[in-house]
T-cell receptor, first 114, second 111 residues
Framework: NAGVTQTPKFQVLKTGQSMTLQCAQD?????MYWYRQDPGMGLRLIYY???????DKGEVPNGYNVSRLNKREFSLRLESAAPSQTSVYFC?????????????FGPGTRLTVL | QQQVKQSPQSLIVQKGGISIINCAYE??????FPWYQQFPGKGPALLIA?????SEKKEGRFTISFNKSAKQFSLHIMDSQPGDSATYFC??????????FGQGTTLQVKP
C-alpha cells in the first residue's frame, strides 16, 4: 500500500497562475482533507470531504477549490495564485477502527508563489 | 480563534532528559486528543492519542497526561533521544470529525 500520495512535491508559480494539487489514497478511507502548514501556525484545514461526493470548507478556504473525483482522489485547485498561498500543503485521509481514529498524511507539496 | 493552544514553541533537551509539551483547549465537546510527530520533509504521523475518560496513557517512552477540569493535556517524552528531534503537534476533535491542531513545538534533543 502506498498510503497517501501527493503530486507534485515542489512547485513554483507566478502570481495569478493556476494549478491543481493532486492527492490519492489507497486505504479505502471515506474522509479526506487538505491542510496548509505555515511556520508558527500549525496545520490549518482548507477543505475536507467526509465522503465521496461531498466537500466542506475548513478554517482557511478562501482562494481554493476542491474536487472529490472519486473515493480515492481529492484535488485542490488554486485558480489565481497569490504570494500569501506560499506554503506546504498536506493531504490526509482518515479511518476509525476499533476506537482508534487516525488521520494519515501524505508527504506534502511545497508551493512557492512569486 | 485558536481553539487549541500549544507551548512552548521550541524546546531543547539533553539526551536522557524529559521533554514536556503542553496544550490547552476550549471546546468541551472535544472527545479525542492526539499527538502527531513530524520529521523534516515528511508529513505528520500519529504518535499517541487519548480519550477524555482516562487521565493518562503511556506507550513506551511517550505519555499523555490529561486534565479534563483544566482543559489541558500534555506530552511527556521520557529518556529523550536525538532521534526524537522533530516537530510535535497536539490536536483535538470530536470523533470522527475534523482535527484542530496546535501551533507545533520544535524539539531538539542534544547528544
Amino acid at each position: 500500500n502506498a498510503g497517501v500520495t501527493q503530486t507534485p512535491k515542489f512547485q513554483v508559480l507566478k502570481t495569478g497562475q493556476s494549478m491543481t494539487l493532486q492527492c490519492a489514497q489507497d486505504m479505502n478511507h471515506n474522509s479526506m482533507y487538505w491542510y496548509r502548514q505555515d511556520p508558527g501556525m500549525g496545520l490549518r484545514l482548507i477543505y475536507y470531504s467526509a465522503s465521496e461526493g461531498t466537500t466542506d470548507k475548513g478554517e482557511v478556504p478562501n482562494g481554493y477549490n476542491v474536487s472529490r473525483l472519486n473515493k480515492r482522489e481529492f484535488s485542490l485547485r488554486l485558480e489565481s495564485a497569490a504570494p500569501s498561498q506560499t506554503s506546504v500543503y498536506f493531504c490526509a485521509s482518515s479511518a476509525l477502527a476499533g476506537g482508534r481514529y487516525e488521520q494519515f498524511f501524505g508527504p506534502g507539496t511545497r508551493l512557492t508563489v512569486l | 480563534q485558536q481553539q487549541v493552544k500549544q507551548s512552548p514553541q521550541s524546546l531543547i533537551v539533553q539526551k536522557g532528559g524529559i521533554s514536556i509539551i503542553n496544550c490547552a483547549y476550549e471546546n468541551t465537546a472535544f472527545d479525542y486528543f492526539p499527538w502527531y510527530q513530524q520529521f523534516p520533509g515528511k508529513g505528520p504521523a500519529l504518535l499517541i492519542a487519548i480519550r477524555p475518560d482516562v487521565s493518562e496513557k503511556k506507550e513506551g517512552r511517550f505519555t499523555i497526561s490529561f486534565n479534563k477540569s483544566a482543559k489541558q493535556f500534555s506530552l511527556h517524552i521520557m529518556d529523550s533521544q536525538p532521534g526524537d528531534s522533530a516537530t510535535y503537534f497536539c490536536a483535538a476533535s470530536m470523533i470522527p470529525g475534523k482535527l484542530i491542531f496546535g501551533q507545533g513545538t520544535t524539539l531538539q534533543v542534544k547528544p
